[in-house]
T-cell receptor
């Protein structure tokens, strides 16, 4: 069975500071990994995905994530936070078997950006 | 830009009543999903649907739940007899090609 652990349910950073949201996964097979963002009253929007090509993945809005197999991690970073980055961020894993490719989500991290 | 839509945005119902949550996936997508998120908890997979049948379901998706694609555009989730613990945000998602699921804005279901 696959699982994802997100450390820190709430993260607060100052505008312009580095954003680091942590995600560790557990999977018996090489995983597909995703970061989704949820703005208030909106659905889940894909930020970026890892599919075993490059280990450093760039996404939208200046976010990127690095897949580290040795650490079973897929942490999300952004060099400089903007106020508009305030949202809930979800890490998710999908297995490579079967046609369903369901997503297994972490508990989410709420990012607060302060002035 | 095509998007997944869901109606209603908020549904309030009495315990024991049937509810139908509606979703319009992105046109030409072939895979459809329902997820739910109980307040303060993680987003959980309920069911996936492909080629007019369920391809996978979780243990949450018991006999009280059913899904249907009644026409070429809608994808519905029915809960036959709602319980208090069914109160949650329900997300529909669809997928056209490999991997990427596109999510709707969700329906907040409140069971009283």
């Amino acid at each position: 069975a696959q699982s994802v652990t997100q450390l820190g349910s709430h993260v607060s950073v100052s505008e312009g500071a580095l954003v680091l949201l942590r995600c560790n996964y557990s999977s018996s097979v090489p995983p597909y990994l995703f970061w989704y963002v949820q703005y208030p009253n909106q659905g889940l929007q894909l930020l970026l995905k890892y599919t075993s090509a490059a280990t450093l993945v760039k996404g939208i809005n200046g976010f990127e994530a690095e897949f580290k197999k040795s650490e079973t991690s897929f942490h999300l970073t952004k060099p400089s936070a903007h106020m508009s980055d305030a949202a809930e961020y979800f890490c998710a894993v999908s297995d490579r078997t079967g046609t369903a490719s369901k997503l297994t989500f972490g508990t989410g991290t709420r990012l607060q950006v302060t002035l | 830009e095509p998007e997944v839509t869901q109606t209603p945005s908020h549904q309030v119902t009495q315990m024991g009543q049937e509810v139908i949550l509606r979703c319009v996936p992105i046109s030409n997508h072939l895979y459809f999903y329902w997820y739910r998120q109980i307040l303060g908890q993680k987003v959980e997979f309920l069911v996936s649907f492909y080629n007019n049948e369920i391809s996978e379901k979780s243990e949450i998706f018991d006999d009280q739940f059913s899904v249907e694609r009644p026409d070429g555009s809608n994808f519905t989730l029915k809960i036959r007899s709602t319980k208090l613990e069914d109160s949650a945000m329900y997300f529909c998602a669809s997928r056209g090609g490999p991997l990427i699921q596109f999510f709707g804005p969700g329906t907040r279901l409140t069971v009283l």
